[in-house]
Nanobody
Framework: QVQLVESGGGSVQAGGSLRLSCAAS????????VAWFRQVPGKEREFVAV????????TYSNSVKGRFTISRDNAKNAAYLQMNSLKPEDTAVYYC??????????????????WGQGTQVTVSS
């Protein structure tokens, strides 16, 4: 069992940066695949980035590639999403998610077993 708690959201102007954190509890976090998703009202949850258990392998959505960086620190049971050059269209609730294995597409919300409560990110123009 893994429990996830996001933090670090807030309001920022376009071009600014934020760093989201995902604090995890549970012995299996260090072997889990961890991802970030985001969601705006009325839309499906959208894949943002994913990293494997070691943090060495990462994948990003085209919309954030080159601007966002996913990372993790297994010693601290934590994952992060560094968001730079933020745009108004990045405004959403951001969720941390985890699953046991590195398999499947890794970009669908239904593939993940554990979710945090989300943190709001608002980017103004």
């Amino acid at each position: 069992q893994v429990q996830l708690v996001e933090s670090g959201g807030g309001s920022v102007q376009a071009g600014g940066s934020l760093r989201l954190s995902c604090a995890a509890s549970g012995r299996t976090f260090s072997s889990s695949t961890v991802a970030w998703f985001r969601q705006v009202p009325g839309k499906e949850r959208e894949f943002v980035a994913v990293t494997n258990w070691s943090g060495v392998v990462t994948t990003y959505s085209n919309s954030v590639k080159g601007r966002f960086t996913i990372s993790r620190d297994n010693a601290k049971n934590a994952a992060y999403l560094q968001m730079n050059s933020l745009k108004p269209e990045d405004t959403a609730v951001y969720y941390c998610a985890a699953r046991r294995s590195w398999s499947g597409t890794l970009t669908l919300s239904r593939e993940y077993d554990y979710w945090g409560q989300g943190t709001q990110v608002t980017v103004s123009s």
